[in-house]
């Protein structure tokens, strides 16, 4: 008893500062907009919801990134946050609902969902697609904008009342399509790519449509604490350096700070260096000039051709208060790099951990061992805070709490299978977590599951969900272990067990369904691409394997997991992709047998 009460007269003695030491600075979250089974789909409900648990589990910052055309498959992508006005153009934006076509969804009306599923959707008077009611209910681009941008100001509200602060973001020189026409002889307003423009920072043009992004974030959300602006994933592409510096002014701006980036690999990265330095130039200097209170904060993706190449030149140019942060590697699978901690002693940093990577949103992803490990090593770097980007808010939840715990207790050592156990507990009652703890810290630690696809970035194909038998027997294993104890479980830990079932047994059904719609999806690829012709035996086999297909069992299986917004987005994703292509298949081999 007395050195407990010497252990209380300690802490009280001790400064806030070093108290504080055990928490960092910023515990933030990053819920990643594009997909449906992602904010694209909330309302405001939802991100009530989800700020309330943001603030039960000690978070205190909340940032958006705001997608604006791009690269690749990004060319026409641009969301409604942030509205790039200029000259009277207002560019095409809305959040993505079931009859929008990207990212690989085919476009598809709710009533025309399969096996009863359109009943899980409750859609707002006149409308026919899933999506935010921001997007279902507009019809024109500026409704779009109106209703996007009006939830996100009472969002940022939200947040404020809950103590937690919000970031708007965007990528930088990136450009929606109705831009790219504007180019001034001699102005050098784009370089073009192989597939896309490039805006020059040095143009008078590209200036002033910067200028609108940032003066709109500041209109439309004035109580707004960050923005944030991030490097494009895929902008560089093919880029005509030599051309680039034909223009006067950006020649001499490249001239002058290539040698900031003394650990480039080559001149491309330099020049995408003093590309990114002359963008976060204007942008620091813009927000100073509107005597704006908003922070800068630079962000961008992991890999190593992509913004962590630049970081070390960018600290030496960018002023110390422009905060620097960056999406771990590898779809997250990897750690921030270890030179973080060097930037750090300069300057404020925070890594940005995934709780699930995009390339498995139709899987469960265990990754407690790894949000415990990334969170300490931030700390073991010193750095001032951790974010969390995610999608989905039902899978990942185990991977989220660990992350909270970690961001607020960073010297705590509990092992993976504690961390299960003490989550399982809560949610499912003691037997079931004594039980099951050891199976998903086995899946979690030797990350079993970790090559089975589900990348909803791409459009589908039978190959997402296969599974190999290691996968099958895990799966296996956990349902019979959860069905064991389910009998006596009651209340709302029964409910969590019975989706927690679900998830799993859906898993097992969506391999069989894609191993066999498998044989129909090869014929069918080969036929269109003239490989080889096939016999009227291997039609009638792929025909009868697809029939054979537990297709509604699998639809009603996912339908016992919906729970939130989320799923629904999921459950709207299968009827739009697998459903589809099941269909097109199936009338494809009907064609080839009948003649």
């Known amino acids: 008893m007395i050195r407990k009460i010497q252990y209380i007269f300690i802490l009280l003695c001790l400064p806030v500062s070093l108290l504080a030491q055990e928490k960092f600075n910023i515990r933030g979250v990053l819920p990643w907009h594009n997909f449906l089974s992602g904010p694209t789909g909330w309302n405001l409900e939802d991100y009530r ?17 705001n997608y604006t055309g791009g690269g690749e498959r990004y060319a026409t992508y641009v969301e ?13 934006a809305c959040f ?26 409750s859609l707002p008077e006149g409308a026919e697609a899933f999506g935010s009611d921001a997007s279902v209910t507009s019809s024109t681009p500026r409704e779009h ?11 940022l509200s939200m947040a404020h009342e809950r103590g937690i602060r919000m970031a708007m973001g965007f990528e930088f020189g990136v450009i929606p399509p109705e831009y790219f026409s504007l180019n001034v002889a001699g102005d050098c307003f784009y370089w073009p790519g192989e597939s896309n423009m490039i805006p020059n920072p040095k143009s008078q043009i590209a200036i002033e449509i910067h200028y609108a992004a940032l003066d709109n974030v500041l209109e439309t959300y004035p109580d707004i604490d960050y923005v944030w602006l991030w ?17 006067t002014s950006f020649a001499e701006a490249y001239n002058a700070g290539q040698g900031y980036f ?7 990265a330099r020049f995408v260096g003093v590309w990114a330095l002359e963008y976060m130039k204007l942008t620091s200097d813009y927000l100073k000039s509107k005597g704006s209170d908003a922070k800068v904060i630079l962000g961008g993706w992991g ?23 960056c999406l771990n590697p590898d779809l997250g699978k990897s750690p921030q790099p270890e030179f973080l901690s060097d930037i750090a002693k300069n300057r404020t940093v925070w890594a940005v951990p995934w709780l699930e990577g995009d390339h498995q949103l139709w899987h469960f992803q265990p990754r407690v061992e790894m949000m415990r490990d990334h969170v300490k090593l931030a700390a073991k770097q010193n750095l001032d805070g951790v974010i969390a980007i995610h999608w989905r808010t039902e899978e990942p939840r185990f991977n989220f709490r660990t992350f909270a715990h970690f961001a607020s207790n960073k010297t705590d050592n509990k092992t993976v299978e504690q961390l299960y156990e003490e989550y399982l507990t809560e949610d499912m009652g003691n037997k079931a977590a004594k039980l099951l703890a050891p199976l998903l810290a086995q899946m979690d630690i030797k990350q079993i599951q970790w090559n089975v696809p589900s990348p909803e970035f791409y459009a589908f194909t039978p190959e997402w969900g296969l599974l190999d038998d290691q996968n099958v027997k895990l799966r296996e294993s956990l349902i019979r272990t959860a069905e064991q104890v389910l009998k006596k479980t009651e209340g709302s830990q029964r409910d969590n067990l019975q989706r927690f079932i679900a998830m799993f047994r859906f898993e097992l059904l969506l391999g069989e369904v894609d191993k066999a719609m498998m044989p129909a999806f090869i014929l069918k690829k080969n036929d269109r691409q003239g490989v080889a012709a096939s016999s009227f035996e291997e039609y009638e086999e792929a025909y009868r394997s697809l029939m054979a297909a537990p297709v509604k069992d699998m639809f009603e299986t996912y339908m016992q997991r919906v729970h939130s917004r989320g799923e629904l987005g999921v459950l ?20 080839k047998l009948k003649r």
Request: proline share 4%.
């Open 80 to 92: 409604p946050m942030i509205k790039i006005e200029y000259k009277d153009i207002l560019p095409q």
């Open 262 to 268: 003394k650990e480039a690999a080559d001149s491309a």
């Open 303 to 325: 890999g190593g051709h992509q913004l962590p190449s630049l970081l070390n030149g960018l600290d030496r140019a960018l002023p110390k208060d422009v905060i620097f942060s």
């Open 96 to 121: 993505d609902n079931s009859l929008t076509a990207r990212w690989g969804y085919l476009p598809m009306k709710v009533k025309d969902y399969v096996f009863g599923t359109d009943r899980v959707f």
């Open 572 to 591: 709207s994703s299968l009827n739009q992709r697998l459903w589809r292509e099941y269909n097109d298949l199936k009338s494809y081999l009907e064609t």
């Open 49 to 65: 919801d989800y700020l309330d648990e943001c603030q039960q589990y000690g978070i205190n910052f909340i940032g958006f990134h």
């Open 231 to 247: 490097l494009n994933e895929h902008s560089f592409m093919g880029v005509n350096i030599e051309k680039a510096l034909e223009n």
């Open 145 to 155: 904008y109106e209703k996007s941008q009006t939830l996100m100001r009472d969002v």
